[in-house]
């Protein structure tokens, strides 16, 4: 009940929090977007390789890098999403992994265009 | 100041490069904790580090542990940066070394101020440092000539005497009175005393090599202790130190002084195991020779030779009249 309150109050970008994180610095922000758009189809191919072959290791260790970018991105829900398969992954629980990863999938799909299309808008 | 970060994930390094280097931070960027490691183990490292937890090679806490190992001149302020929020984690990364812990994603002003505190931190290590430097040199160093005071120098002759021993390598000690000097300070005074006192000091140690040792033995004595000193040159050292000294006047508040130096050589050959005190007794008999010849000469110590015992006590009743 309480992850739901939490699920519901989380914003899928919190572009506020992300401006004040770079002071405002639209050349750093764009730089970030940049970085994570380059990093981001690795890490998923890797998370969906380790998930599919039960590999707990590389589940953990993927999810905390994409737990961190998410985060410093402000995109809360794909960083709880991250957040969730990293804990998974460190109590051995292998049963909901696949639910955990379609979670984070939804999440990313939601985020990714608003990404596009703010990176769009401030390159014009 | 310089700052290190160690984060492998490429997003959180360039956000954390950005913001320190606004901030006027110069940033030194590495990717593991091993990297980070061999950064801060350098001479020229920098002072503060930003290291994240989980990390290829090294993770953070590894980073801290190593790094606290060390037995180090100057103290590193290292704060952890992770997304682990737990009590324990806090706990965990404290007890490996880290001064501070800041969970990601962090809030640029918090962060700045987090670092203003280990500025505070690593500049009240500087004075602290600074401080001792001061006193341990004032412990060792004559406040007048800032040459080795008495005890240092007596210390590092007897480092001296054993190493030669142990090494079998040759070492002379060199003992030296200023002549008459009693006269410049009766006629021309005190001040002027000082001033000829410090550019003795000056120009003996101007005329020994960075590996000797010269100090302020007393009132107007300096000791001066010859390091690998060939016997067969041990003498012309002595005399050329001698002629330095003497070579030209002092220029001082009251016009040019002409000052002369007498001089007691002993060798390491010489010294076999005898005690400290026994070879400063035997220099200290070949200063009283050369002043007895005329002063403004050196003369050789020969510990063994037993008119030098019967006169054993002489030289600390000449010193009243140096």
């Known amino acids: ?91 051995g629980e292998r049963r909901t992994l696949q639910d955990a990863l379609d979670c984070l999938d939804r999440e990313a799909t939601s985020l990714l265009p608003q990404l596009d299309a703010y990176m769009a808008e401030v390159k014009h | 100041m310089k700052i290190l970060i160690a984060d492998d994930d490429m997003l959180s390094r360039r956000l954390l490069e950005k913001t320190l280097d606004r901030a006027g931070y110069e940033v030194v960027a590495v990717e593991n904790g091993k990297q980070a490691y061999e950064k801060l183990s350098q001479p020229d490292a920098p002072r503060l580090a930003l290291l994240d937890w989980v990390m290829p090679e090294m993770d953070g806490p590894s980073v801290c542990r190593a790094l606290r190992k060390r037995i180090e001149q100057t103290y590193l302020y290292l704060v952890l940066l992770t997304s682990k929020g737990s009590k324990v984690d806090t706990v965990l990364g404290l007890e490996a070394g880290a001064d501070d812990y800041l969970v990601k994603p962090f809030n640029a002003e918090e962060l700045r101020a987090r670092l203003r505190v280990g500025e505070r931190v690593l500049l009240l290590e500087d004075r602290l440092v600074e401080a001792r430097e001061n006193m341990r040199f004032r412990a060792t160093h004559d406040a007048l000539t800032s040459l080795l005071n008495r005890g240092a120098i007596m210390d590092l002759l007897g480092r001296e005497l054993h ?136 003369r050789i110590a020969v510990p063994d030779q037993k008119n030098e015992i019967e006169h054993a006590e002489k030289p600390d009743v000449v010193r009243q009249q140096r």
């Open chain 1, 1 to 91: 009940m309480q992850n739901k309150v939490e699920h519901q109050t989380q914003q899928v970008w919190n572009l506020a929090e992300l401006l004040a994180r770079v002071d405002n610095d639209i050349e750093l922000l764009h730089d970030l977007l940049g970085i994570f758009k380059e990093d981001f189809p690795r890490l998923k191919q890797s998370l969906l390789a380790a998930v599919a072959c039960g590999d707990l290791r590389t589940v953990g260790h993927t999810s905390h890098a994409l737990k961190g970018m998410f985060a410093n991105l402000g995109a809360e829900r794909a960083a709880a999403a991250a957040a969730k398969l990293e804990e998974l992954a460190s109590s």
């Open chain 2, 163 to 298: 190493r030669s021993l142990r090494e079998k390598k040759s070492a002379a000690i060199l003992l030296g009175d200023v002549d008459h000097f009693k006269r410049v300070n009766d006629t021309l005074g005190h001040i002027v005393g000082d001033e000829v006192l410090v550019e003795i000091a000056n120009r003996l140690q101007s005329a020994v090599r960075t590996y000797d040792f010269v100090g302020r033995f007393g009132g107007e004595e300096f000791l001066v202790v010859l390091n690998n000193c060939d016997p067969a040159y041990g003498p012309g050292r002595g005399e050329e130190i001698r002629r330095l000294v003497s070579c030209r006047p002092i220029l001082t508040a009251k016009g040019p002084v002409a000052v002369t130096m007498s001089f007691g050589l002993l060798q390491s050959a010489e010294w076999g195991s005898k005690p400290l005190e026994h070879l400063l007794h035997a220099v200290d008999l070949a200063l009283y020779q050369a002043k007895g010849e005329g002063r403004d000469c050196l």
